[in-house]
Every structure is written in C-alpha cells, then in structure tokens.
C-alpha cells in the first residue's frame, strides 16, 4: 500500500465503492497511506475519497477532517462536479462542517456554467439535506436549471424540487419550468422520483393540475414498486392538495395493505391522514393501519399519535384498543407535542365521546403551559373538546381566554363560533372575551356559513353577557330550533355599536343561508393542518 500514489489509493477507493463492497481492513489501510500524502492529493483524489467513503457509509473521522482542511486549502481548483460530490458527500454522512460548507458554496456561485444537471441536482438535495439555507446558492443552481430545462432528467428535476421544498423555498417561477419538464419525461419517473416531485409541489402549495394529474398516471401502473415511505408521501402530497383521485386511491390502499408489516408509525399515520382528509373510508384498510399503530405504538411519535387518532374519529371508525393505546402512548410522549398535537389528540378523543380523565387531565396541564404557543385553531378545537367532553377545567378556561384576547382578530368565523359555543356549553360567561368574540363575529360576518351562524347565536345567549337582553335568553329558551334564533342573534350582533351602519345589512344578507332546521353546536370543521412526511 505504501507504493500507491493518491490517485491510484483513491480509485481503488472509488471501484471499492461503485462495487458497493466494503472491506473494513482494506479501507482503514488506504485510510492511513491518505492520511500520510494528504499534501499531494489533488482536488479529484480528495472528492474521490470523500465520495468512497460515504458511499460506503463509512465513517471515518481522521480522513474526513482532514479530507475537509484540505479541501478548503485547494477550494479555488474545484469546479462543478468536485462541490456536487463534495457536498453529496457531507450530506450522506450527514457531517456539518460550516467552514467547507461555506467555501464550497461561495465557490460554486462563479463556477455554475460549470454545474452538469447532476451536479445541479445533487449540490441543491445536499445542501437541504443539512438544512443549509443559502439563498444566493439555491437562486443560482434555479436560474441555471431553468438556463439547462431540456437537459435535466427525472432525479435531476425531483432532487431540485424536494431540495426547494424542504428549504420552504417557494420558487413559483422555476416550480413552473420543472413542472413541465417533468410532465415531458414523466414515462420515465421511478417511484421515488414520483412520491418525492408530489411531496415537494405539495409542500410549497404548487397547485399544477397537469402535474398532479401525470403523476397519478404514471404512479398506477408500477404502485406495488413503491417503498411503504413511498406510498405515504403519494397519499399525503394527494390529500394536501384535496385531490380525490379514486383509482389512485385504490392502488395506494392495496399496495399498503400488501406491504403492511413494512409500515413505520409515520408512514401509517400519513396514510389514514389521507384517506381521512379525502373523507375515504376503507375498513379492510383501517383495520391494518389500527393493527399496525398497535404494534408500532412504542415507536410512535406524538405526530403520528395525534394524526391517528384524529383521522379514525373523523372518519368515525370506534376502534377501542387503538384509542386506548394511544392514550397510553400519549400520556408518556406530550411534553414533546406540539400544540397541533396536543388539541387534535383532545379533539379525537372528543369526538369519540369517551371520556378519557387521565388524558384530559394531562393535556390540560401540558396546554395551561404552552398556551403562549397556541395559534386561533388551536384554542378553539381546546375549548370545544372540553365543552364536549363536559371537562370543566376553570383555571385553563380562563387561560383560554386570556391568551386568545391579544390574537382575536386572527380568529375566523369558525374559530368564533365554535369556541362561544364551548364556552355557552360549559356556562362560561367571561364578558370582556364574548365582547371581543362579537365584534370579531361582526367584522368576519360576511364569510359566515349557516352553521357559524347558529353556533355563534347558541353561545350569545349565555347568561351573564351583556350582548343579549333576558328577552333574547326567552326568546332562545322557547325556540330552540327556530331559524329566527340565528336571526335575532345576527340583528342584535349588528347593533352593537362601533362596527359601521353597513353592518346590519350585511347581517340580513346572511339570514339567508340559514335554513329551517339548522343544528346547534355540530362538531366543528378538522383541525387545521396535518403531517408532514418523512424527507423524500
């Protein structure tokens, strides 16, 4: 070994390497002769190792360090391809070393007419990869991809896409060019190219009807290729858009339930999230997902807890042993839920209408600590599980209430009514809040539908607020199915004071949408949001 020169100890390497054949002796051998004639390796040689080795996922931290200080000593010698695979190769390894980091992309800005397709794709997926944001860089590799159009294949598009998307660069432009240079190549896009080009348009909210529609097309022929992680970005990117796609859907639920034991918590979650947000109800499908949560349950994070549960309420599937063990699992996971978590898991459970103590006990604790985290939906979909569970927690009511003052005008139509609705239901008359909440129901009354209104009309009759008069409470207590209930309440609301003489005009522009026998206090819209899927 001692007789090789660099550049045959870094091609032996690389063979090593493209073999994907691993000899731990011979690569700790090649790894010392490196070490001792780093001086003389030239800008290949040092990419060609760093390539090998992490090619191998061979980690070794002598030759990485100093294949890096080398790397920055020699930086201006680099052109494309050495920074591609540079980069690719911290990436794969996932080593941050901020300082070649930074030399590799200050010198890729000047040498991009240098970048091959693959180096364009490759530089864009590393440097997401390590979350790097680099706007200068990722401007750069855009403008050039988009110079190069005709000349990038399927991985070159989906890595430059997944790479934007994962660094929530919504490069709307450039977006538009790869949609249609995947559309022209789409026949020859692999599973992993398809799930992750609808992964990253979804993600950076990139409506291409075209798009959507070619890669369904071409993901229904070769479905039962795709990996489990695959078949869940598909289904999530498809549900994100609210694209009901039944054929696709179909296949996704028959290759899933093929590949069942191969399923991770996330990849289950984001299946049943789909169907359920495309309101789809598959019980042979279902029952697989329950049976896989159960036994994945210990692996399950407070996401994939608090997606399950909330998709098998929204569909009304009452399994029992599921929601008993994501019970279980939750009380041990919540001080690492977010906030989405921890009001769609008390939202699930609401739902079900099976009281659950010890769980609303906890998240009631864990929800008075984060409140100040808390966005409108948040508080709303809190208040209104406690008020269907009969949980009548005064302290985070009151915790409730103060955090959403300051945010009132964030708060939608839904919000409103459904969180005075929760609050009539549990006989909380918190004044200053319900005066808050009216006139924010009057500003956002145009985008009313009947349901808010009735809800809204419910919870202003409340006793204690001053909104209403006595005679209003009567008038409520002796028609409660009186679509004159919303009426009066939409009529009251408009003379308020402070809000315009337009206001009760448009107040009886929207008696209109309430009919004869509108129902009050229904179970309000899904939560906001959903997950977000392992990166592609």
Known sequence: MKDFQPQGLANMAWAFAKL???????????????????????PQNLVNMAWSFARMAELNVPLRDAISAAAIARIAQFQGQNISNTAWSCAMLQFFNEPLITALSKQALPTIGTFNPQDLGNTAWSFASLVVHNEPLMAAISAEAVRRLLDLQPQNITNIAWACAKLERADMPLFDALAAAAIWSMADFNPQNLANTAWAVATVCFHHAPLIEAISSASLPIISKFLPQELSNLAWAFAHFSYRDMPLLHAIASAALAKCDDLNSQDLSNIAWACATLGWRNEPLFDAISAGAIANIHESNSQDLANTAWSFSTLSFADRPLFQAISAASLRNLSAASPQDLTNTAWAFAVRSKRDAPLFDAISAEA???????????????????????????????????????????????????????????????????????????????????????NTALGFFCPGSDIFTDDSCDIFCGHENDPGLAAVAIRRLSLKGGVGLGAPVVAEQRLELVPGREVLGCVPQRPFGGPRPHRG
């Open 20 to 42: 994907v054949c691993g000899n731990g002796t011979l690569l700790n051998s090649i790894s010392e002769e490196v070490l001792r004639k780093i001086e003389l390796c030239s």
């Open 368 to 454: 008075i600590r984060r409140l100040k985290d808390f966005i409108p939906q948040n508080h709303t979909n809190l208040a209104w599980s406690l008020a269907v569970e009969s949980f009548h927690d005064v302290p985070l009511l009151q915790a409730i209430s103060a955090a959403a003052m300051p945010m009132m005008q964030e708060f939608n139509c839904q919000n409103v009514s459904n969180t005075v609705w929760a609050l009539a239901t549990m006989g909380r008359a918190d004044v200053p809040f319900l005066d808050s909440m009216a006139a924010q129901a009057l500003a956002r009354l145009i985008e009313a539908d009947a349901q808010d209104l009735s």
